[in-house]
T-cell receptor, first 112, second 111 residues
């Protein structure tokens, strides 16, 4: 039973344009929604989060949107930079807090 | 900054060997986790621990065990390595409900 779907395995964007990464979920009990970024040969690092009571959270070039009715989470990066090229994982924390479920990841390529 | 250190970046082991992956964190976090990362599957939880000597199975515990004798150290053990355990292994510790800090990972190849 796949609770989280990150359907695009890769995305290619021109430098300066917007990158949009998407995740869909099925479990209504999630109460925190996170994005992690992973470079090759490094562990994932926390990027940005949103709680279930909000629909938008901004941090510089990164904005996370949560559409609870559609069970859809997205990350917008504007403007995209070559250094943003990495694998991005969405992650969902259940109400109990101990389990975090990760998406399969989207590899973002930002072309200079 | 919290540091999570995994003892090996790359390991090559033979089928049937017993393999130990070590993880140490330096911020006194109670919760520690072992994940494996495989292409197209994301991060899957193997085991976690919420205190010394305490452990809980994650989603894919078969073929693995863990040890947490000290708060700062969480070890993952492959009792008898198999080729389907070739993967990237990531250790993490957590202070808040969702604030994971990951180690750099150990890429294990079982031949």
């Amino acid at each position: 039973d796949q609770q989280v779907k990150q359907n695009s395995p890769s995305l290619s964007v021109q430098e300066g344009r917007i990158s949009i990464l998407n995740c869909d979920y099925t479990n209504s009990m999630f109460d925190y929604f996170l994005w992690y970024k992973k470079y090759p040969a490094e562990g994932p690092t926390f990027l940005i989060s949103i709680s279930s009571i909000k629909d938008k959270n901004e941090d510089g070039r990164f904005t996370v949107f949560l559409n609870k009715s559609a069970k859809h989470l997205s990350l917008h990066i504007v403007p995209s930079q070559p250094g943003d090229s990495a694998v991005y994982f969405c992650a969902f924390v259940d109400t109990g807090g101990f389990k975090t479920i990760f998406g399969a990841g989207t590899r973002l390529f930002v072309k200079a | 900054d919290v540091k999570v250190t995994q003892s090996s970046r790359y390991l090559v082991k033979r089928t049937g060997e017993k393999v130990f992956l070590e993880c140490v964190q330096d911020m006194d976090h109670e919760n520690m986790f072992w994940y494996r990362q495989d292409p197209g599957l994301g991060l899957r939880l193997i085991y976690f621990s919420y205190d010394v000597k305490m452990k809980e199975k994650g989603d894919i515990p078969e073929g693995y065990s863990v040890s947490r004798e000290k708060k700062e150290r969480f070890s993952l053990i492959l009792e008898s390595a198999s080729t389907n355990q070739t993967s990237m292994y990531l250790c993490a510790s957590r202070d808040r409900e969702w604030g994971y800090t990951f180690g750099s990972g150990t890429r294990l190849t079982v031949v």
